[in-house]
């Protein structure tokens, strides 16, 4: 298991929150996401993580990792 953690600066809601966890955790490699909202971190867990995908999925959910 394979642990990534990005900063994410614009996140500063539950609906930011809920946006980069549905994101992120349809990625079929990934086991699970938590944000902590505070620190404007994402930690994602998984297998063979991808770190160009999960940049995506972030994106998709219309943030940007730092």
Request: net charge negative.
């Amino acid at each position: 298991m394979e642990t990534r953690t990005y900063t994410v600066p614009g996140m500063h809601c539950g609906h930011c929150e809920a946006a980069v966890i549905e994101e992120v955790s349809a990625l079929d490699e990934v086991e699970s996401v938590l944000v902590d909202l505070e620190t404007k971190r994402v930690v994602v867990q998984g297998v063979d993580l991808d770190d160009g995908r999960i940049r995506a999925a972030i994106d998709e959910a219309g943030y940007e990792a730092a």
